[in-house]
């Protein structure tokens, strides 16, 4: 399985960006698809998840601001990410749990910055 980032930029504070992960490969029973991120000297933390069925996680820090969506063939994820604060400033990975399998997108990097 093969998962493509993209949507990463710089904004303002206040401002929103998309993320989305497109999957390709084999693809037969997704567990999970979800997005973390590493900050600078941090380590990298989940930022919100999605199971098959539609259940979401969230980090309390992006509750009310942060949305994860799927599309029904779970080939794609995306980040709808509103009201961004400078704390979200980190590269995003997206990441994806097939049976038994682990795997992780490239990283796109997300800049909130006045």
């Known amino acids: 399985v093969q998962l493509q980032a993209s949507g990463g930029g710089m904004v303002q504070p206040g401002g929103s960006l998309t993320l989305s992960c497109v999957l390709s490969g084999t693809i037969f029973s997704i567990n999970y698809m979800g997005w973390y991120r590493q900050a600078p000297g941090k380590q990298r933390e989940l930022v919100a998840r999605i199971s098959s069925g539609g259940d979401t996680n969230y980090a309390d820090s992006v509750k009310g601001r942060l949305t994860i969506s799927k599309d029904d063939a779970s080939t794609t994820v995306h980040l709808q990410m509103n009201s961004l604060k400078s704390e979200d400033t980190a590269v995003y990975y997206c990441?994806?749990?097939?049976?038994?399998?682990?795997?992780w997108g490239q990283g796109t990097l997300v800049t909130v910055s006045s």
């Open positions: 990441h994806v749990v097939q049976f038994l399998s682990s795997y």
